[in-house]
């Protein structure tokens, strides 16, 4: 029960029903704040408790001051959890541990157990392993179920456990589509309360469902587990830059043009731990699937959300996708009622602006490996001309005959090239170069959910048959939508024909090639890329293109519109120009080119008008929890505990609570500390966490092979995220990391100073040493540091490996959060300091003082560190510097002090 310290208790009433709201009115400043504020707002009125939340939280927020920096710390509680199972299952595994743990403190197990609606989608385990053919759908479940059937087994487990937590079983779509088409309420109804629908996920996409006025966004899953267990989440009211939009978007141009064009812009801006918030009248001529493609690429830019007001299109797509008469009644009345309905005259107070003409939006890729940046489609070749020279060695480019004769590098036109030929399995040839498409993927919830580009994409596949132009065959094709509607329609239009005859068969309902499970690519293909060292590329319409991210085959990743991975297939190569080149000869021996088969505007809105219903998302989302036939016959382990199999190589019980007493042990400073890597710019939780392939003579691989798994059915690192053996083992394994302090390598290794010589090592294997020689680790970064998906593992696997503590230039807002949540503490250089300017070579070693403050229940503005060059070596160099502490409120605090979140929270727990 709300304190309702400012009588903002009311009734609303919508046709038959009534619903107890709090009103915003009542809280002085109000009116003038943006929408997302006003949401953060409602929700400390409804939950004020006088001791978490009081009255003056509520009135930091009426008075808020938009140009202050951020200071006020808050406690947000979200209305429910989205997960999906690469981040769920570890999830899942730490609930179930915590059940044990609170037992062995004699605590009752069942005080774990969700507490607002939990619901995890399964979309992230189908590898795209199968395609071009009408059974690659079949033979990818069927692979997919072969390999996880440990995984779903637990799920489904969870789902009989737990109460408040539901699982939409594999093969039903991508969890933010699903969210913004089913599960999203944008107002909840609970309790006989009605009130903006908020939320967290275990995904950094979360913020898909901003489109839908809905404000949420992603966390790690430490942070979703306490949000699960009614722990608020602790924030500093934001800073909200408004980013105005006017005009309309010109014919020819699609939202993944617009997107990466806000993308580029907001990067530039700056609004990391910021809220964006689009406003004006250019949000009215916004499509819902737009907004949300918009909200989807929120991490891309950097902030923590981006959100769209409510308005008609909001109500427009709660009809079409199967709400009820009486929800959209209901988000209609509330949302007028709390001054939620969008004005496009309005000017809310913001702490920044920006403005965007849609009309100057123009045809866009980004690549090759950041979405931020962006490339004018016209410029595309142009630029990877420039931009191959950093994926190819010096020699090379410089042409000079370092390789064997037959292989001898050229230069063509000033761009690196080295035609190889290749023999298909059916003895046909082909030559392929730098530059080749060897992937061509419409993927990815931020575009796969917005009806106007995937069937612009299959109206361009159909015309391109009609042409008589088919994919090139070093090119892999793939298509997996984000929800079952999206191949409804297409047959109801009759377009699925045409994309299969172009290559683009469904592969599955998953995130696949966005997330790294592309799958193979043609042995052939994949033997003359490696042999050669060729620089081939993806065409993607996913929102992340990280450095081996998509394939390990593959250098360098583009992110597109369907249309134009369309295209791309067809041209096989980015070296075309795909604005003036021919794509193609047609039938009658003429060149095709772009214009030739890209739709109009009007054919587009006729299909999406003609195909796409209501029925539609009804018959989809029937029985969204049941599963098909083969999910249903998974046996169901029993009981509120869970039976650890020892032999999993899936699914097993982590140590984070092993030895854990009810008291907190006293924070200790950090001393002898060693580097376990020190990195660079940029460097992302794809960099950190665990993704992708499994190698065979990785850590991880050898694992695996050690406990009888074979190779083929090694799977990848996120579909084994249950199993901490796997994942401590992949942490700065990604095979595109430079460590700085182990020259020349690529990968997970560092220098180990246990051993003689200090010896290039796998990073595990000198973790361990270092471990057992009880030496803590540090991590030295550069500026961005964790940016990149919400993957709780990066944090997991760091604190695992024994690193201490992190220092960096700057952060993305969830991994130091996360890092803070695994105990490691996130430390900052001072202002324009780096490793660099320091002159820190990553051999010292390092001591921290004034850690040891947070006991006292202050938290230190800055920690004192020291580093002293290696014990031996001659002339001894000391630096001190002040690290600036980035702990950043009093909440974060109490979770080091803790150990951890899940250690707090487990406390907090038995003691109630």
Known sequence: MSANSFDARSTLRVGDESYEIFRLDKVEGSGRLPYSLKVLLENLLRTEDGANITADHIRSIGSWDSQAQPSQEIQFTPARVIMQDFTGVPCVVDLATMREAVKELGGDPAKINPLAPAELVIDHSVIADKFGTPESFAQNVELEYGRNKERYQFLRWGQTAFDEFKVVPPGTGIVHQVNIEHLARTVMVRGGQAYPDTLVGTDSHTTMVNGLGVLGWGVGGIEAEAAMLGQPVSMLIPRVVGFKLTGELPAGTTATDLVLTITEMLRKHGVVGKFVEFYGEGV????????????????????????????????????????????????????????????????????????????????????????????????????????????????????????????????????????????????????????????????????????????????????????????????????????????????????????????????????????????????????????????????????????????????????????????????????????????????????????????????????????????????????????????????????????????????????????????????????????????????????????????????????????????????????RRGNHEVMIRGTFANIRLRNQIAPGTEGGFTRDFTVEGAPVSFIYDASQNYQAAGTPLVVLAGKEYGSGSSRDWAAKGTALLGVKAVIAESYERIHRSNLIGMGVLPLQYPEGASAQALGLTGEETFSFTGVTELNNGTTPRTVKVTTDTAPGEAGNVRREFDAVVRIDTPGEADYYRNGGIMQYVLRSLIRK
Request: charged share 25%; aromatic share 8%.
């Open 284 to 719: 009215a001529a916004t499509s819902l699937a737009n907004r949300a493609t918009i909200g989807n690429m929120s991490p891309e830019f950097g902030s923590t959300a981006a959100i769209f007001p409510i308005d008609d299109e909001t109500l427009k797509y709660l009809r079409l996708t199967g709400r009820s008469d009486q929800q959209v009644a209901l988000v209609e009345a509330y949302a007028k009622e709390q001054g939620l309905w969008l004005d496009p005259a309005a000017e809310p107070d913001f702490s920044e602006k920006l403005e965007l003409d849609l009309a100057t939006v123009v045809p866009s890729i980004a690549g090759p490996k950041r979405p931020q940046d962006r490339i004018i489609l016209a410029e595309a070749k142009e630029k990877f001309a420039e931009d191959v020279r950093n994926y190819v060695s010096e020699d090379e480019e410089a042409g000079k005959e370092s390789f064997p004769a037959s292989d001898a590098p050229a230069s063509a036109n000033g761009v690196p090239t080295r035609p190889t030929l290749v023999t298909a399995p059916d003895g046909t040839t082909y030559e392929i170069d730098h530059g080749a498409v060897t992937v061509a993927a419409i993927t990815s919830c931020t575009n796969t959910s917005n009806p106007y580009v995937m069937v612009a994409a299959a109206l361009v596949a159909k015309k391109a048959v009609e042409k008589g132009l088919t994919r090139k065959p070093w090119v892999k094709t793939t298509l997996a939508p984000g929800s079952k509607v999206v191949t409804d329609y297409f047959d109801k239009a009759g377009l699925t024909p045409y994309l299969d005859k172009i290559g683009f068969n469904l592969v599955g309902y998953g995130c696949t090639t966005c997330i790294g499970n592309s799958g193979p690519l043609p042995e052939e293909v994949s033997k003359a890329v490696n042999e050669h060292d060729l620089a081939v590329t993806s065409v993607l319409s996913g929102n992340r293109n990280f450095e081996g991210r998509i394939n390990p085959d593959v250098k360098m990743n583009y992110l597109a519109s369907p249309p134009l991975v369309v295209a791309y297939a067809l041209a096989g190569s980015m070296k075309v120009d795909i604005t003036k080149d021919a794509l193609g000869i047609d039938t009658e021996g003429k060149p095709v080119y772009l214009k030739d088969i890209w739709p109009t505007e009007a054919e587009v809105n006729d299909v999406v008008a003609n195909a796409i219903g209501e029925d539609m998302f009804n018959k989809s989302y029937a029985d969204v929890f049941a599963g098909d036939a083969q999910w249903q016959a998974l046996p169901i382990p029993t009981g509120n505990t869970f039976e650890w199999d020892p032999q999993s190589t899936y699914v097993r019980k982590p140590p984070y609570f092993e030895g854990m007493t009810m008291e907190t042990s006293p924070v200790e400073d950090i001393a002898g500390a060693r580097v376990l890597a020190k990195l660079g710019d940029s460097v992302t939780t794809d960099h950190i966490s665990p993704a992708g392939a499994i190698k065979a003579d990785t850590p991880a691989g050898t694992y695996l092979t050690e406990h009888g798994v074979e190779r083929r059915d090694f799977n990848s690192y996120g579909s």
